[in-house]
């Protein structure tokens, strides 16, 4: 059973344009939200993470939403950049308690120069 | 400084056999994760190890998987009699120190394929 739903699973988008990738979960239990970023052959690499106790982060051109009655959040890239061609993964888990983190299965973004 | 290390980067493997796959993690990490990536999904957590605690081996999906951990350092993963569904990205990550908000840094797997 997928604990945490990912779409979409592929994304095309323009130079400068605003990607936009979305997770669901439904363990209630859960209180922390990273997002991963990784580049072919290599390992993920942790781009930004929020809790539940804040509606949105920002870091640079990167943001989570995050809607708690919905059991939704949401990674934005705004002004994407060919460079960030690469997979996302989001991510959940409780902070304690628990030992893994529960991914989702990944969308590989494609920024078009 | 160095990141985590993982040896092979690439190993095939006839089925039946058995294999062995390491991790060096960062210096001074105290929690060691290893995670199974198949083509096309996310990563499945196998196991779990922080500092002289009893390793957490709820996602070792059958017997055949195993792993240790010597000295609070490097860590094995083993396989034995591989079959074909293990065939698949074995990532490994550490962390300062246990904990899902302390960010975990992974190598860049060892990509199995099983014949």
């Known amino acids: 059973q997928q604990q945490v739903k990912q779409s979409p699973q592929s994304l095309i988008v323009q130079k400068g344009g605003i990607s936009i990738i979305n997770c669901a979960y439904e363990?209630?239990?859960?209180?922390?939200f990273p997002w991963y970023q990784q580049f072919p052959g290599k390992g993920p690499a942790l781009l930004i993470a929020i809790r539940p106790d804040v509606s949105e982060k920002k870091e640079g051109r990167f943001t989570i939403s995050f809607n708690k009655s919905a059991k939704q959040f949401s990674l934005h890239i705004m002004d994407s950049q060919p460079g960030d061609s690469a997979t996302y993964f989001c991510a959940a888990s409780k902070q304690t308690g628990a030992n893994n983190l529960f991914f989702g299965t990944g969308t590989r973004l494609t920024v078009i120069p | 400084g160095a990141g985590v290390s993982q040896s092979p980067s690439n190993k095939v493997t006839e089925k039946g056999k058995d294999v062995e796959l390491r991790c060096d993690p960062i210096?001074?990490?105290?929690?060691l994760y290893w995670y199974r990536q198949s083509l096309g999904q996310g990563l499945e957590f196998l196991i779990y190890f922080q500092g002289n605690s009893a390793p957490d081996k709820s996602g070792l999906p059958s017997d055949r998987f195993s792993a240790e951990r010597t000295g609070g350092s490097v860590s094995t993963l083993t396989i034995q009699r591989t079959q074909q569904e293990d065939s698949a990205v074995y990532l490994c990550?550490?962390?300062?120190?246990?904990?899902?908000?302390?960010?975990?840094?992974f190598g860049d797997g060892t990509r199995l394929s099983i014949l």
């Open positions: 210096s001074g990490h105290t929690a």
């Open positions: 990550a550490s962390s300062l120190a246990g904990g899902l908000d302390q960010p975990q840094h």
């Open positions: 363990n209630t239990a859960f209180d922390y």
